[in-house]
Structure formats: C-alpha cells, structure tokens
Nanobody, 116 residues
Framework: QVQLVESGGGLVQAGGSLRLSCAAS????????MGWYRQAPGKQRELVAR???????YYEDIAKGRFTLSRNVARNAWYLQMNNLKPEDTAVYYC??????????WGQGTQVTVSS
C-alpha cells in the first residue's frame, strides 16, 4: 500500500510562488511514476507534470517555464515548485502515484488560489 499526502497550497497573488509537497509512505518501492494533476471548478482533471522513477520530469504546456517538478529520495517526497502563478492556475492540485501492476493512488489534494 502507498499513501500520499499533499501540502503547500494556499492563497497567493498573481506573479507569486508556491511549493507543493507530496509525501509518500508505505510501499515506496512500488512507485513507477509520480504525477501532479489539477482540477479547476467545472473542468476536468488535467496533468501538470510527471516524473518516472529514474527519469527526468515531463511538463505539460501549462507548466513549461514556470513549474519545476523534483524529488527528494531520502524523504520519499516529490515537489512542485510553481512560479509566476496566474489566476488560471487556481485549482485543487493532486499528486498521483502510478504503481507496479497498473495500480494508482491519489492524494487528497491541496487548494491553490491565485488572486489577480
């Protein structure tokens, strides 16, 4: 079993920064990839960035040049550094672990609100 807990969301003005954290516990060795997703009100959940174990990060266009995905192996944590935030970045942000055996685990989400 893998459990994920996100933190770091909050209210920030446009142009500001936030760093989201995703702390993993349990069978960490089963994690093949970690992704950050977001869901704005009335919209579908969308991929923001993803990192496969042993690989580099992948960013969707919405994140390129502004967001940075990183991992702290010793702390079993993944981070999403978000800079130059825009009001359209307002959403609930989730981390999702892709596990061996095609299973996946979602965190509970953390709210990010960007004011104009």
């Amino acid at each position: 079993q893998v459990q994920l807990v996100e933190s770091g969301g909050g209210l920030v003005q446009a142009g500001g920064s936030l760093r989201l954290s995703c702390a993993a516990s349990g069978s960490i060795v089963h994690i093949r990839a970690m992704g950050w997703y977001r869901q704005a009100p009335g919209k579908q959940r969308e991929l923001v960035a993803r990192m496969y174990s042993g690989g580099g990060p992948y960013y969707e266009d919405i994140a390129k040049g502004r967001f940075t995905l990183s991992r702290n192996v010793a702390r079993n944590a993944w981070y999403l550094q978000m800079n130059n935030l825009k009001p359209e970045d307002t959403a609930v942000y989730y981390c999702k672990a892709a596990l061996v055996g095609d299973r996946e685990v979602w965190g509970q989400g953390t709210q990010v609100t960007v004011s104009s």
